[in-house]
């Protein structure tokens, strides 16, 4: 019997530091941290401007970030996609379309529910994903109502003409539209406003909502702007004109 | 109350070793398919960018619950006073800690990068219902593990102090799985205040359920007396829990399919949603409840040791049921984005998904079983953990 409870007693010590370990480190998990809360990232998409067809924006993502094209359209990673759309129980409802991405919500739930605060934001709104620390558990997946993310369910290899200033996509972990996160540290535009204005119809605009002067916190004043599911409570700091 | 003796089994025999063989070989099973998710990524699983998560996650909340179940009953003698359950205390203590690792081996596993397990340890977030329920499942670990020792001292104090610290933190445990659900307010099927306390009664429910097999395997296969009364007397028991689960079940459906906003995911589940909607009447309702309570509830069969086991064996599938209704129609759902119009893209938005258990999850899942087996036949040769015999108390007298 004695033999027994020494033995016990081990594993009872080793499942202790498991339980005490989660609680010391425990004072992580902040919500915000990095860059400066003076700026306020957001975007506004007039989507009057957004035909159906043109692909601006996705293929520009895709190019920048090096986010590869799955060909089973269930494992496919979008970090930003076109939407299209009709009015239902309208008979020949015009159809029209609209880019959707991570909306880098005020309150994000996909943050909330990370059990190891590897998606977080930063102080400027940004709403960003560790690969490092993400585990992989797919839980922000099942919380973020607007499906803005995607796990990366193979193994991605570096391919020629890849762009050198994004890294390739980790699999194993969940990724999604980070605004273009290295371009703007760079004060640059994401690749899909840029692409838009080029070659696409030129309805996203892209600025900083802290600045009272900014084109988008001018149409976002103008209260003509609306939100996707502003019934949720997240306040996503991307708007749309026309919807 | 006669002393209730424990003794070790044998474990010298061949028809032992053939167990042990066969169970570990199941066992293995487990790790080797997370291995091989793990070295290809979860695109040979049935999981998607849709569905993101599949069998493991219902794997890990029918084992959580099985497991709080089980710890619970144990505690009834030292807890609740119920002594003629003593005899069953450590193995339904052994149980709970198998059925606990099982789980927990179930979520990590399944993680795109099982490699980081260590990261928990070092980040926290307090509001993810993950982290803290990695906290509650470590504790409860503990705790049940501190109880199970508590049975080889002969100190009624301890028993009861850490018996009814087993009872706290199961229910704690299985609130904080059922809220990783009911918190998820964005989709329809999840959310719901409910699910904590009616996870708690599908886990008390199949946690009998299970020990009722358990116990009638284990003194069968070691040759010992069990009164059949005992088996009876749980089968009673079961059927409450049942009854709660079916008042549970209930409330939350009317609650839901009340508001015009869920009347899709209302009549998804329970009218025109295929294969979820026959598990949830057929496999749940009808075989894991309804006929299962109709055979404990009835004189002639409730006292019926071979209708026990199949209402037993039942209700066991059909709580498996239930995890399985529980995860996987609210993702097969279209998220909504706007609750006016009729959306379509190359991401399949506004689009009904598909999820099937692929073979790898399959066998990840059986392997689970395997584990809990594997780990009971080695702890009851090792360990004390089988009464010589189990009578009804009065009948010692
Ligand atoms: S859109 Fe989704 S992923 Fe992006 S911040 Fe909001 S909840 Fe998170
Ligand atoms: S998959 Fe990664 S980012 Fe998402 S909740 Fe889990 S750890 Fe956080």
Known sequence: MSVDRRDFLKIGAVMAAGTIAPAISGAAGQDEEGASSKNLWGMVIDINKCDPECTACYDACRKENNVPHFPEPELDIHWIRKIKFKQRGVPNAEERSMPAMCFHCEHPPCAHVCPVAATFKRADGIVLIDKHRCIGCRYCMVACPYKARSFVSKHVEHQPGENPESPIRMHGVVEKCDLCVHRIDQGKQPACVEACKKTGGGGMVFGDLNDPKSEVSGIVRSSRATQIRADLGLNPRVFYLGV | ?397
């Not at chain 2, 010298?12 to 169970?23: L, P, R």
């Not at chain 2, 904080?176 to 964005?186: E, H, L, P």
């Open chain 2, 1 to 397: 109350m006669a002393n209730v003796r424990f003794r070790r089994i044998e474990g010298n025999s061949a028809q032992y070793y053939m167990f042990m063989a066969v169970a570990g070989a199941v066992a293995a099973m487990a790790p080797l398919s997370a291995l091989y998710m793990f070295v290809n990524g979860h695109h040979v699983t049935g999981m998607t960018n849709q569905v993101p998560w599949g069998m493991p996650i219902v794997m890990a909340i029918y084992l959580i619950g099985a497991s709080a179940g089980s710890l619970v009953l144990s505690a009834m003698s030292s807890v609740f006073g119920k002594t003629e359950y003593q005899p069953f205390a450590r193995i339904a203590a052994l149980l709970a800690i198998l059925l606990i690792v099982a789980a927990l081996m179930a979520i990590i596993m399944d993680w795109g990068r099982p490699d980081r397990i260590l990261v928990p340890f070092f980040h926290f977030q307090p509001r993810s219902m993950f982290s803290l329920n990695a906290i509650l499942y470590n504790s409860y670990m503990l705790v049940g593990f501190l109880y199970l020792l508590a049975q080889f001292k002969e100190s009624k104090f301890w028993k009861k102090a850490l018996g009814i610290a087993a009872v706290f933190i199961a229910v704690g445990v299985h609130s904080g799985t059922g809220a990783i659900f009911g918190f998820v307010f964005v989709r329809e099927l999840y959310n719901s205040p409910l699910l904590p306390p009616s996870f708690i009664a599908a886990a008390l429910s199949s946690g009998t359920a299970l020990m009722i097999l358990i116990l009638y395997a284990t003194f069968r296969a070691t040759g010992r007396l069990l009164d059949e009364k005992l088996l009876h007397g749980m089968g009673r028991l079961m059927g409450v829990f049942m009854l709660v689960v079916i008042y549970f079940l209930f409330i939350e459906n009317v609650t839901r399919g009340y508001a015009p906003k869920n009347y899709e995911a209302a009549s998804f589940l329970l009218l025109h949603g295929g294969k979820y909607t026959a598990m949830f009447w057929i496999g749940l309702v009808l075989c894991g409840l309804v006929i299962p309570s109709l055979i404990v509830f009835n004189p002639s069969t409730g006292k019926s040791t071979p209708w026990l086991l199949f209402a037993s064996a039942l209700q066991l599938a059909g709580v498996l049921f239930e995890r399985y209704i529980i995860v996987i129609p609210a993702q097969v759902m279209p998220l909504e984005l706007f609750s006016d119009k009729q959306v379509t893209s190359v991401f399949l938005d506004g689009r009904y998904a598909n999820y099937s258990i692929s073979p790898v999850e399959y066998a990840y899942s059986i392997g689970l079983f395997g584990v809990v087996i594997f780990g009971f036949g080695l702890a009851v040769k090792f360990w004390a953990m089988i009464p010589e015999e189990a009578r009804f108390p009065e009948d010692v007298k």
